[in-house]
Nanobody
Framework: VQLQASGGGLVQAGGSLRLSCAASGSGRTFMNFHGGWFRQAPGKEREFVAAISRSGYGSSTRYADSVKGRFTISRDNPLNTVTLQMDSLKPEDTAVYYC??????????????????WGQGTQVTVSS
């Protein structure tokens, strides 16, 4: 599975951005992967942002506490995409955002070590 992230940019605090992650080369297998978003701010380690379950898990989602209530993750399996809608953005959301997929148990979807395929990253900058 190859992943391509897009949708980053510069936005003022309080604004919104929509990130998209398109999977290719997966055929029907994309629906068998959990989809996740991670981010890495300058000088910091990469951290979990959100995840959405694969088919058969009832479209479960999980969010980092820092983005809960502001970000929404969704997926479109026929289109092989995972989307991250980011609202009420804050300067501390500034980071490079990465999409990734995994087939690990749902309990571990917030751990980047279990993700097998990664997109190239897209820059999100939130000005104050």
């Amino acid at each position: 599975v190859q992943l391509q992230a897009s949708g980053g940019g510069l936005v003022q605090a309080g604004g919104s951005l929509r990130l998209s992650c398109a999977a290719s080369g997966s055929g029907r297998t994309f629906m068998n992967f959990h989809g996740g978003w991670f981010r890495q701010a300058p000088g910091k380690e990469r951290e979990f942002v959100a995840a959405i379950s694969r088919s058969g898990y009832g479209s479960s989602t999980r969010y980092a506490d820092s983005v809960k209530g502001r970000f929404t993750i969704s997926r479109d399996n026929p289109l092989n995409t995972v989307t991250l809608q980011m609202d009420s953005l804050k300067p501390e959301d500034t980071a490079v955002y990465y999409c990734a997929v995994t087939q690990v148990l749902w309990s571990y979807v917030d751990s980047e070590q279990y993700y097998t395929n990664w997109g190239q990253g897209t820059q999100v900058t939130v000005s104050s």
